[in-house]
């Protein structure tokens, strides 16, 4: 017998990236509001940092009216100083900024309390942690507030925080408002995204890692204690995909309650003679690009693949991947060009003059490469950025007679560069093949993204999207869209094989078969629309309130 799911009558969700773009958590959140807002209508409140301090958030849309009366109590009576508005994303949930810089003058008294009450170790702190951990406790504080004076003890509350960053406003709230139910959720652990980062083997050894131990190792006491604590100490636990949970297991102590995986909206894919005018123009754009900076003429029969995301050299995979197409301009049975792009932000100075001169030149023909004809941007650290460094290692030069081309494109798609001038969803729905053969990947958005724009892709296990969609009942590789790769601490080279013989494969299909891959990608993508994922997030309510109530009644 199926019992009935507690539903929440009011969710508080904080998370540094609320109305603040960073990183994959920005994803998580603003596509999933939508779907929340349907059913909770302004009863799910975001609460994020007020960074903007004199100048207008373009993702924040103040409204003075809003919530008018708690303000001011919240101003007066709880010393907060917050902002209140609207997210502006589909839905327009409610968002409250706070501003946690009062609270750095008790910081000492703060962390003593978290010492004391949950074993907090706060005296290793460094960099960012003062400013999350702030920001963690003014939105503890902002809940509380909120609940004292808007609403009662019959009413239903949760208080979701988003990685350690906000776990010491969960722990505030058990103590101070022991009535709200409180869910952690970390979407990477801090020491496991460390071991990874400092290229120590993650997952052959993970068995006989101590996080504790780790964490002084690799001087992340501080933010791991904060996660391991928070993990601990609230109603329910959570992470993002079944490989995230074995770190937890093991580096945390603790298994998630629950495993609340990633989904997305796809209301930002275009349909139909609009998809298929702008697939139209990014091809001829990226085209345009690679032959004005290489001297060449490649045509539309040429084969564009990509990979993206954050400048992780090993986590993403990026050093695979240029192993993978060195190893591909040597196969004899590649039947066409590939044009490949390395869409990731370095440290980019200005867009390369020489090449905008280039690409503004109306009918002239260029017969030889611009200088370093690899990259569209100056770099800072040429001489020593890593995708650079290692395509000289590996002797690529796209010469003319090369069968394979790269682009390395080094900074953020958001319509401005200089060089391409569309933003990145523009330029992804051009390309024929995307690979991430990721080595650290809690989840993976850059895959999903791909082939939600029907753009088939090559990831691995080592990525929690990779291992979901080995689940899908079925799933065959890259006929159904998705080439999911074994990756181990040890396999390396067999990775960059695997991709190189994908793109082989790929590039040998005909056209009806990649018309029949593409639809395929869509499909998976599908599956992983947030109405089919938010129920993860109802048992997650479920398990923090019931607990919250034996809390309560203990």
Known sequence: MVKDLLVPD???????????????????????????????????????????????????????????????????????????????????????????????LRKNEIYTSMWNRFQVDSLHAYGDYDEASMFAYAAGKV?????????????????QAHEWMTGMGALYLRDAVPEIATIFTTHATSIGRSIAGNNKPLYDYLFAYSGDQMAQELNMQSKHSIEKQTAHYVDCFTTVSKITDRECRQLLGKPADVILMNGFEDDFVSKGSTFAGKRKRARSLMLHVANRLLGTRLGDDTLIVCTSGRYEFKNKGIDVFLDALARLDKARELSRDVLAFVCVPGWADTPRQDLQARLKSKGEEYDTPLPEPFVTHRLHDGAYDRVLS?????GMTNAPGSKVKIVFVPCYLDGHDGIMNKEYYDVLLGMDLTV???????????????VAFSVPTVTTTLAGFGLWVNGLRGQRGIVDGVEVLERSDTN???????????????????????????????????????????????????????????????
């Open 492 to 554: 390396y080279s067999e990775v960059a094989d695997g991709v190189k013989d994908t793109i082989v494969n790929f590039a040998a299909q005909s056209a009806a078969e990649v018309s029949e891959m593409r639809r395929q990608a869509s499909a998976v993508a599908e599956q992983a629309l947030w109405k089919h994922f938010i129920q993860y997030y109802y048992e997650a309510y479920d398990k923090a309130l019931r607990r919250a109530l034996e809390r309560q009644l203990s």
């Open 436 to 450: 991430y053969p990721s080595y650290y990947e809690p989840w993976g958005y850059t895959p999903l993204e791909s």
């Open 10 to 104: 009011y969710i508080f969700e904080a998370s540094w990236e609320v109305c603040n773009k960073v990183g994959g958590i920005y994803t998580v959140l603003s596509t999933r509001a939508n779907t929340l807002q349907a059913k909770f209508h302004d009863r799910i409140i975001f609460i994020g940092p007020d960074l903007w301090k004199g100048k207008e958030n373009p993702l924040f849309i103040e409204q003075d009216n809003l919530c008018a009366a708690w303000k001011a109590q919240a101003r007066e009576k709880d010393d907060l100083s917050v902002r209140v508005g609207r997210w502006d994303i589909p839905g327009e949930p409610i968002v409250i900024l706070v501003d946690f810089s009062p609270f750095f």
């Open 143 to 159: 809940a509380e507030s909120f609940y004292r004076h808007n609403l009662t003890e019959t009413d239903k509350v949760v208080f």
């Open 390 to 394: 290692q395509l000289r290692r590996l």
